[in-house]
């Protein structure tokens, strides 16, 4: 299938969803301008605040676009818990990149809880997508990069933690922990992207 059935919200959510693609490219350009160019001369992270404002809001447009999504899975007391977990999550992560803005968070500490909510984020895409896919209701385009986002993160983060155990050999923490960085990279930056072909679908055009 390569379209939505049109349910009420679509057309709303689809407003949230190009927003979030629109922050999307902003979080990924400013990340990658902060590691190039404030980094490597320690400050003044301008770039590195914008990221942080920028990913808070992100989390908060998301949660339209998830519900209405999420609203065509199954209703099971499952289905129904996990959507609350991702919700609660995306709000938390929104919270402490707000809080590390206004400097009321430690950047160790938004950083754990942002990750958090990325890896929550990504087991219901893996998830969600795949259990839509099945249904046969839900855009192939759609789908396929959501499962491959979803398990691309929900494998990497993990691999890419390996880098700061200063305990492991060398060649793990730079093959396989950086393997891991690449490919949660290459996840990370396809996520806008999801959200423009989420938006383009739910507003039926």
């Known amino acids: 299938m390569d379209t939505l059935i049109e349910i009420p919200g679509d057309r709303t959510a689809a407003k949230f969803a190009y ?12 990340l990658g301008a902060m590691y190039a160019i404030e980094v490597p001369r320690n400050g003044p992270y301008i770039f590195g605040t914008i990221n942080d404002a920028t990913g808070g809001v992100f989390n908060l447009v998301i949660i339209p676009v998830v519900v209405q999504v999420h609203r065509r899975l199954r209703r099971t007391p499952g289905s129904e818990a996990a959507k609350w977990l991702v919700l609660v999550s995306s709000a938390t992560g929104a919270a402490s990149s707000f809080l590390l803005v206004f400097k009321k968070l430690d950047f160790t500490v938004s ?4 990750i958090g909510a990325m890896v929550v984020q990504a087991a219901w895409f893996l998830l969600a997508n795949r259990s839509l896919l099945k249904a046969g209701r839900y855009p192939r385009d759609l789908g396929k990069l959501g499962q ?15 880098t700061v155990v200063e305990q492991a050999p060398a ?4 093959g396989i922990g950086g393997a891991g960085i690449a490919v949660g990279a290459a996840a990370w930056v396809a996520w806008p992207y999801w959200y423009f072909l989420a938006a383009r679908h739910l507003s039926h055009r």
């Open 19 to 30: 927003a979030a693609a629109g922050l999307g490219v902003v979080g990924v350009a400013t």
């Open 111 to 114: 950083t754990g809880i942002s």
């Open 148 to 162: 491959f986002i979803g398990g691309a993160l929900v494998a990497a983060l993990p691999l890419a933690g390996l």
């Open 171 to 174: 060649w793990i923490r730079r």
